[in-house]
């Protein structure tokens, strides 16, 4: 049986201790840490995200600010208002919600936020300090799945792990990452991708396998061994007629042939996503308190 990582508790044990931490600070009279948003447009589940990005400052305390912002604005406006929030002294952080309209270029908007205020950790610079072991600004997912690791305790050092993904925001970062020499890290890290023609054997060879490839129910449990960790961030809409919303979310496991054979496994829903804003609450309270970059 495995013991079933619960993201749900974990990101709520995350933002109760931010929380905490935010009711020391005005006790000591200090800055109340101070989170934006620009939100581009009026797409459903992008405006369900950041009002859940909200909806967690407030719980934390923290202040935040929404910029909402028409979907025909040109890019020199945005990248305006991008500006604005990096010469804002009270803003601490801010993110810039993704995906943007296909008129605007999100790599040009994403270089342009202040590396000491990019808080999602997408900024090149950040993304290079975590490669070099500098302190840095780790993005959602990835900070999200260190934190499970490391607050259930899974021993990784001298482990080989099986990254299934080579995305920058999930694949690679999770592989370097995990490479590191720290803890959670010291693992020997596989990486697979669309071009790797032995996964499953590959897969069998893994004390850890991080799934990321957003392919429904891909690792089965032929393809792992017995005791094997499991970390599932697929996310993929499968339609179900029987669901009240027409469909049913899945992760890239196939999560009753796997679960039995794991030692600890995250289920889909249930497992990394609910980590992502917790993450973003962690990055966003470093940066007011200035300890990423002093
Ligand atoms: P992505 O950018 O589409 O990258 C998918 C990766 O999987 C690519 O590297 C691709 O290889 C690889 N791949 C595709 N088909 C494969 C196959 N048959 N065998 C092996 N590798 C294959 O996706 P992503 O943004 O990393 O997201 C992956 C999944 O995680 C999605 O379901 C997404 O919704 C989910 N997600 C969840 C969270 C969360 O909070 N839980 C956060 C982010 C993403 P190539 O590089 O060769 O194309």
């Known amino acids: 049986m495995a013991t079933i990582i619960n993201g749900v508790t974990t990101a709520q044990d995350i933002k109760d201790e931010i929380a905490e931490s935010v009711r020391q600070i005005k006790e000591q009279g200090g800055k109340i840490p101070h989170l934006a948003a620009i939100l581009v447009g009026d797409d459903g589940a992008s405006q369900a995200y950041v009002g859940g990005k909200v909806k967690a400052c407030e719980y934390v305390g923290f202040k935040s600010t929404l910029k909402e912002l028409d979907a025909d604005i040109d890019e020199e406006t945005l990248l305006q208002v991008v500006d604005q929030l990096n010469d804002d002294a009270d803003i601490d952080g ?4 993704l995906p943007l309209p296909a008129h605007l270029s999100a790599r040009k908007v994403t270089e342009r ?20 072991g500098l302190p840095a600004y780790v993005s959602a997912t990835p900070f999200g799945i260190m934190q499970l690791l490391e607050r259930y305790g899974v021993e990784t050092e001298g482990k080989h792990c099986v990254v299934i993904g080579r995305s920058d925001i999930v694949g690679t970062p999770m592989s370097i990452l995990l490479s590191r020499k720290s ?3 010291n693992c020997t890290v596989t990486v697979c991708h669309s071009r790797t023609p032995n996964i499953k054997e590959l897969s069998l060879q893994a004390d850890i396998v991080i799934a990321a490839l957003g392919i429904p129910e891909f690792l089965t449990g032929d ?3 017995e005791g094997v960790v499991v970390i599932d961030v697929g996310i993929t809409r499968v339609p179900d007629a029987t669901r009240p919303r027409g469909y049913a979310l899945k992760g890239d496991v196939k999560y009753d042939e796997v679960e039995p054979k794991a030692s600890y496994i995250t289920p889909v829903p249930g497992g990394v996503g609910p980590m992502t804003i917790a993450a973003l609450l962690h990055n966003t309270l470093l940066a007011s308190k200035k300890e990423i970059y002093q």
């Open 94 to 97: 801010y993110i810039v919600q």
């Open 113 to 132: 936020i202040r590396p000491e205020k990019d808080v999602d950790g997408f900024h090149p610079v950040n993304v290079g300090r975590m490669v070099k």
């Open 183 to 185: 803890k959670p890290g």
């Open 223 to 225: 393809m792992v061994s």
